[in-house]
């Protein structure tokens, strides 16, 4: 069943449009790569599903429109953000982060700790003293404690060190084998995409250019659109 549906996309900031005409879907369970180079629309395409920026074209979650929803109600439907930059409650506690949006359902807290036991290790520690890595893993866990039916990831392992990404990829193939949780993931790693992903959506110049199974992600397609 499709949960997320995108149809014809087009956002603007100001005068300068960004997005051209994005198609894609995530059905329920489903683990979607959005992909392309840097700039082609992937953040954007982000924000609007999130209504942070306004746009146009078909744009539903369980079939319901949300245009003309604020980004507060988009969460409540079931939208979880990780974005970009994490963006953590500096002055809370992790703790504090992981309860301060927490809705109830599957994910709790002892299950969010399971999942990335530094968070356990520091529970008490202000967000702004963890590393790069651990807040990366605490922007994911705030958004699991809202049991979210959608869990979107902007940069998933952007500017970690290995060991870091590691943990991130590893904490997804459990979301993907565990839980029913769909996901849009966007990273910059096609091997790592490749072994999470069940489909993939390419975009250029604020437009999907091609979508399909990871299966039929050819080399040629990936250097195409995806290479730098």
């Known amino acids: 069943m499709t949960l997320l549906r995108v149809e014809n996309l087009t956002a603007s900031y100001g005068v300068s449009q960004a997005l051209y005409g994005v198609d894609l879907d995530v059905a329920e369970g489903e683990v979607t790569a959005l992909m392309g180079r840097n700039g082609m629309g992937k953040t954007t395409t982000v924000k609007a599903l999130c209504r942070m920026i306004q746009s146009q074209g078909t744009l539903t979650l369980n079939g319901q429109d949300l245009h003309a929803l604020p980004s507060h109600k988009v969460a409540r439907l079931g939208v979880g953000l990780v974005p970009e930059g994490r963006r953590c409650f500096a002055d809370l506690s992790v703790r504090e982060n992981l309860i301060a949006a927490a809705r109830p359902g599957y994910w709790t807290l002892s299950r969010v700790t399971q999942l990335f036991p530094r968070l356990a290790e520091r529970q008490g520690q202000a967000a702004a003293s963890l590393s790069g ?9 705030r958004a699991l404690m809202t049991n979210p039916r959608l869990l979107v990831l902007d940069e998933a392992t952007e ?4 060991i870091v990404r590691q943990e991130i990829w590893a904490a997804l193939h459990r979301l993907r084998q565990e839980t029913s949780v769909a996901i849009l993931l966007i990273d910059k790693s096609l091997k790592e995409l490749a072994t999470v992903s069940d489909k993939a959506v390419i975009l250029e110049r604020g437009r999907t250019v091609w979508s399909g199974s990871m299966a039929d992600l050819t080399p040629e397609i990936s250097e195409k659109y995806v290479g730098v």
Do not use: D
Not at 133 to 141: R, S
Not at 159 to 162: Q, R, S
């Open 133 to 141: 890595g651990e807040q990366h893993m605490l922007a994911i866990g």
């Open 159 to 162: 500017g970690l060190a290995p």
